[in-house]
């Protein structure tokens, strides 16, 4: 079996490039905990090297740029190569992102050659600049044969060639396998073997017996006799579900009258591969453009009537003045919709979101209650409360739009210094009103930068009348405070340090008020 | 409130014409008479029945009322509530999973209100304008019907029971020292034109301070001089 190899050298930085929106020829480099761990050839060129410390690189290239180690990135850059290359023949494996084998096709593109050069050419033309080919009778010669490539081009090692195609590389071609590679090499240097036609005249058990499993590999590799094999990939099952409406559709409830079966259809074939969707992106087209794109997270998996709510939502939200609308305008889109597609972004097991057994017909008659409410008053006026870490009551909690799931809240179980203690308030304002504090003589009350209160608060009152309105000024009957906090300082919106009082009134409410350098405000009440 | 079988011989020391009274209207409204959960501390104080409005003038007491549903694994949900302390109502032991918010209603706030009472067990509601009589007998008709209770946070035409804190004192902070440790507050019950049943209760928690207080002075004295 013939082997082709295909390798795009320098993978994680070109792809690092690629996602930055940087020109591909930029001197870059990839670094990981400070150390330079790939970087590519007009960096090269300049003197830097993989080892090299940040500084170091930065002195000898100084418009390096510099990209996070990001394997997911890479990876995922990568699918579109191996998508590309399974289309001309089938049986990819991605040894690693940036490196992939196929079993080699020959004679249905006339010769080896022609097919490297017809892989080649879809390749950059799909924007891979440099991408190197071997064509070799076992994965490693091929590999090595991919390596001694020109850029753009290829290498075809004849059959049964291998070995006396090995026999001429340095022995530091094995550097490629890691820290034990390079170990290896080390090693071999010290024992005076240059080449890996020297490895492999040496005899196989003495070579297993001082270098190990890993000798013997290299040793098996070097004669050109290595049987390993790949597994190819089989190609991920394609998911989606898209609607063409023709001629297109101008109101909502068309649309979304219209989706239902294939929103059916798409949970239909996820369930064929016992996958349900918790996230799913939504798109719809009009005038052959993408017109609305979005990505809805669902608390628990999505059904076909959820999916049809979120179509419902996302192009109404389209329509200006979205919110609470007058339902006569509610119903008409800007553009006619050609086609609706469903994309799955996150799919889990069927099996981790199983029903219970006597099912949860209660709850399901709750998301249809709600959903009802949404769409009278729009999707993001429903929603659920969730609490979060936070040092005020207004951070330390979030409120979700009904049928999201909360992402980006801060974990609860940590310390939080400088958190107000006690019992927590029963009214936190989102738009916090502000307040005024007074000492004995009428001055309002402050608190100095290192922290002191300027004088003892003894009547307080409510700016306009968003709390209530109530008395003008109310007395202070007793006050805790303050507890200073000063955060993200380092961030353009930050309000500078703040302190929180507890202050309770004549009429045995309390409030926590905060002393910011604007003036004070409510936080909340504990009613 | 029972929904006793129908053959359940009458009681010979009353009316018979009344008992029959109550049974038909047990029998018209079926599920409305079903007793919702409370907190315990509430539970003598203000047993809230399904299909009844009840009015608070506090936040606090408003969560108490649905804490006892949600902890029971009812669902609950708070309309027109924009500032809503959820912090708090986890502490009271309301399931914030099983709760729904409509912070601004906005004008639909009634229709809004009788599609969660659909589907909730405990509605809190704080109407955003005053409510008409006719607007209030919508709301009634359709709770009779689905089993729920109407917690307003404000005024209502017609109520079961009408929920007030009289007297509350927070105990902790004095002079800048200390923070809020505990409050007391007595809590009048109006039903119609009886006299109001008064309790004291404590929070965090809405426990009971000490037995329901029936109209008389007794159990008042002591406290005040407790906390003076």
Do not use: L
């Given at each position: 079996m013939r082997v082709m190899v295909v390798w795009c050298p320098d993978w994680s930085v070109v792809a690092g490039l690629a996602e930055t929106g940087q020109?591909?020829?930029?001197p870059a480099a990839v670094l990981s905990a400070n150390i330079v761990e790939v970087c590519n050839a007009p960096a090269r060129a300049e003197g830097v090297r993989r080892g090299h410390r940040r500084r170091d690189a930065q002195s000898r290239c100084p418009e390096l740029a510099l990209l996070p180690a990001n394997p997911d990135l890479d990876a995922r850059a990568f699918e579109p190569v191996l998508a590309a290359v399974e289309e001309l023949r089938p049986g990819v494996a991605a040894l690693r992102p940036g490196l992939l084998a196929v079993r080699a096709p020959g004679s249905w593109f006339g010769s080896e050659a022609n097919a490297a050069a017809t892989v080649c050419q879809v390749l950059v033309e799909s924007g891979v600049w440099d991408v190197r080919l071997g064509i070799a009778d076992d994965l490693f010669t091929a590999e090595q044969a991919a390596r001694s490539a020109e850029a753009q081009g290829w290498r075809v090692v004849p059959p049964g060639g291998s070995g006396a195609f090995l026999r001429g590389l340095p022995v530091h071609v094995l550097e490629g396998d890691g820290p034990q590679g390079r170990e290896a090499v080390s090693l071999f240097h010290r024992l005076g073997l240059r080449t890996l036609g020297e490895l492999a005249a040496l005899p196989g058990e003495a070579v297993e017996h001082r270098l190990g499993a890993y000798g013997a590999s290299v040793w098996r590799r070097a004669r050109g006799a290595d049987p390993a094999l790949f597994a190819a990939r089989t190609p991920p099952p394609e998911l989606d579900a898209e609607v063409v409406f023709e001629p297109p559709l101008d109101s909502v409830e068309a649309v979304t009258f219209s989706v239902r079966t294939t929103a059916e259809r798409f949970l239909a074939q996820l369930a064929r591969h016992q996958l349900v969707a918790t996230g799913v992106r939504v798109e719809a087209e009009a005038d052959g453009e993408v017109c609305s794109a979005r990505t809805w997270l669902h608390p628990r998996h999505f059904s076909a009537r959820d999916l049809v709510d979120r179509v419902h939502w996302q192009l109404q939200s389209g329509v200006p003045g979205a919110g609470v609308r007058s339902r006569r305008e509610a119903g008409v889109v800007r553009a006619p919709i050609e086609r609706v597609r469903f994309l799955p972004e996150v799919c889990e097991p069927a099996a981790a979101h199983g029903e219970a057994l006597w099912g949860s017909a209660s709850d399901d008659l709750v998301e249809r209650g709600v959903a009802r409410v949404q769409g009278m008053v729009g999707f993001e006026a429903v929603r659920r409360p969730v609490l979060q870490g936070g040092r005020g009551p207004a951070a330390r909690q979030a409120l979700v739009p009904w049928g999201e799931r909360a992402v980006g809240l801060r974990p609860v179980d940590r310390p939080w210094p400088g958190r107000v203690p006690g019992p927590a308030p029963v009214r936190v304002f989102a738009q916090q009103p502000v307040a005024e504090v007074v000492d004995d003589a009428g001055r309002p009350v402050v608190v100095s930068?290192?922290?002191?209160?300027?004088g003892e608060p003894r009547r307080f009152r409510f700016g306009g009348d968003a709390v209530e309105p109530s008395l003008p000024w109310h007395p202070v009957t007793a006050w805790a405070g303050p507890w200073p906090v000063d955060e993200a300082w380092w961030t353009d919106g930050a309000t500078g340090p703040t302190s929180r009082f507890q202050v309770v009134g004549a009429d045995g409410r309390a409030w926590l008020l905060v002393c910011a350098p604007g003036g004070w405000s409510v936080e909340a009440g504990y009613d | 409130m029972s929904t006793r079988p129908a053959l359940a011989p009458l009681?010979?020391?009353?009316s018979v014409v009344d008992q029959l009274r109550e049974r038909v209207a047990a029998m018209e409204s079926r599920p409305a008479r079903e007793q919702v959960p409370t907190l315990p501390g509430l539970a003598e104080l203000v047993p809230l029945h399904a299909g009844d409005t009840y009015a608070v003038d506090s936040a606090g007491l408003a969560l108490a009322l649905a804490a006892g549903a949600s902890a029971a694994g009812e669902w609950v949900g708070f309309a027109g509530?924009?500032?809503?302390?959820a912090e708090a109502a986890a502490e009271l032991g309301l399931a914030l999973e099983r709760t729904v918010l409509v912070p601004d209603p906005g004008e639909h706030w009634l229709e809004v209100t009788a599609a969660l009472v659909d589907v909730l067990r405990v509605v809190v509601l704080r109407p955003p304008s005053a409510v008409d009589a006719r607007a209030a007998g919508i709301l009634d008709s359709r709770l009779r019907s689905r089993s729920a209770v109407l917690v307003v946070h404000g005024e209502w035409p017609r109520v079961a029971a009408r929920l007030s804190v009289e007297e509350s004192r927070w105990t902790g902070p004095a002079g800048g020292q200390g923070r809020l440790v505990e409050r007391r507050a007595r809590v009048a019950v109006r039903r119609g034109a009886r006299p109001p049943e008064r309790a004291d209760l404590v929070w965090p928690g809405a426990?009971?301070?000490?037995?329901?207080?029936?109209?008389?002075r007794e159990p008042v004295a002591p406290l005040r001089q407790a906390s003076g």
């Open positions: 020109p591909p020829r930029t930068d290192r922290g002191a209160v300027t | 009681d010979p020391a009353r509530c924009p500032d809503f302390g426990r009971p301070a000490a037995p329901i207080a029936p109209a008389v």
